[in-house]
């Protein structure tokens, strides 16, 4: 079966302007996260939802914000760019409602700001 | 306040030795531990992961021990190859979701 599918795989935005980021979980797949992976901050978590509820937000600024759709698809979107946002976004998917399950990650999609 | 911490940022080995890599925790209590592989460019790839009341758990050549006393997990792979090279994170997480926090990564290079 189909993996998480991240899209799109590279972008380059200028600051200012404002990035939608689209990740489809794997069929049957309910729970889907957001990771931003920096080389100085490394893997830190954003958000999760699950059943179109936002569960848990990390600590990000209000400029990043999540959806999560019927179908569980999910899109996160960020604001005003800044710099600091140049990241490789990470997209997860899990079975279950809860941890104690398998986490599956998709390739990511790389933001560059300029 | 929370953390959670790989030790070495890089381990260098020979192929067939035994690789050892520490996570510790401090100031909480993870109800689990998970362990992935990460190669460049690409999204983590889940390993193995272990409950509290776990001691140990193991997969092929990979085992991994949660030490509730320590605070600290370590992950071993055994008689390593070139292909085990990557970086491996340590994830914690609770039974609030399925939030992931990661410790910093340890960059593995298995030499032939």
């Known amino acids: 079966k189909a993996g998480v599918t991240q899209t799109p795989r590279y972008l380059i935005k200028t600051r200012g302007q404002q990035v939608t980021l689209s990740c489809s979980p794997i069929s049957g797949h309910r729970s889907v996260s957001w990771y931003q992976q920096t080389p100085g901050q490394g893997l830190q978590f954003l958000f999760e939802y699950f059943s179109e509820t936002q569960r848990n937000k990390g600590n990000f600024p209000g400029r990043f914000s999540g959806r999560q759709f019927s179908n569980s698809r999910s899109e996160m979107n960020v604001s005003t760019l800044e710099l600091g946002d140049s990241a490789l976004y990470l997209c997860a998917s899990s079975s279950a409602a809860y941890s104690g399950n398998t986490i599956y990650f998709g390739e990511g999609s790389w933001l560059t700001v300029v | 306040s929370q953390k959670i911490e790989q030790n070495s940022e890089a381990l260098n080995i020979q192929e067939g030795k035994t690789a050892t890599l520490t996570c510790n925790y401090t100031n909480y209590s993870p109800a689990y531990l998970q362990w992935y592989r990460q190669d460049p460019g690409r999204g983590p790839v889940f390993l193995l992961l272990?409950?509290?009341?776990?001691k140990e758990k193991r997969k092929e050549r990979l085992k991994v021990t949660f030490d509730t006393t320590l605070k600290q997990s370590l992950f071993h792979i055994t008689a390593s190859q070139p292909a085990d090279s990557a970086t491996y994170l340590c994830a914690s997480s609770n039974n609030a979701g399925n939030m992931l926090t990661f410790g910093g990564g340890t960059r593995l290079m298995v030499k032939p």
């Open positions: 272990i409950r509290e009341n776990e």
